[in-house]
């Protein structure tokens, strides 16, 4: 992984009203919708191309969202981890976590869809709890909307309702 991230800086010449080099974004996980969040729980409805194990999709791991929010925050970058699962959230709350108590400055931390479908009481907590360290939960309310119903479809009324949305 790379050390120094002005290789990515605009040009001299690039208006910094219009461009500038803010942030680096990884996706941690898929859309729970689709199915592809990472999930502690199976997915009820196992497709035959799903990856074994029922619990979809792992894009970026612990070890790589550590490294990534230490990355941006020692070059004064904003870190986004896209989490749409529980298990993906706990990865980017980890991370979060970690880079708080060592940080060598105040940047911006933030999670992608912080409790669009599925969220623990205590994920909700950790969450709230790293606002002080500039920690921001994002989420789109359309989604809301338009997705309600994924979390039946996806996992069955049991297990839906474990989970709690912001």
């Known amino acids: 992984m790379l050390k120094d991230l002005s290789i990515f800086e605009m040009s001299a010449k690039a208006n910094p009203a219009y461009y500038r080099f803010a942030a680096i974004k990884a996706w941690v996980d898929g859309e729970n919708n689709c199915p592809t969040g990472f999930m502690y729980e199976p997915y009820v409805g196992i497709q035959d191309t799903d990856p074994p194990g029922g619990k979809i999709t792992l894009v970026t791991n612990q070890q790589l969202a550590n490294q990534l929010s230490k990355l941006a925050n020692q070059n004064q970058k904003m870190s986004m981890l896209h989490c749409s699962g529980d298990a993906a959230a706990n990865i980017g709350l980890n991370a979060y976590e970690l880079l708080s108590k060592n940080q ?34 994002s989420s789109q309310p359309i989604w809301l909307l338009e997705l309600v119903n994924a979390d039946y479809e996806n996992y069955g009324d049991c297990k839906s309702k474990n989970w709690i949305s912001i």
């Open 104 to 137: 060598s400055s105040n940047t911006i931390k933030r999670i992608e869809h912080f409790g669009m479908f599925q969220l623990t009481p205590e994920q909700l907590k950790r969450g709230v709890a790293l606002k002080e360290n500039h920690c921001h939960l």
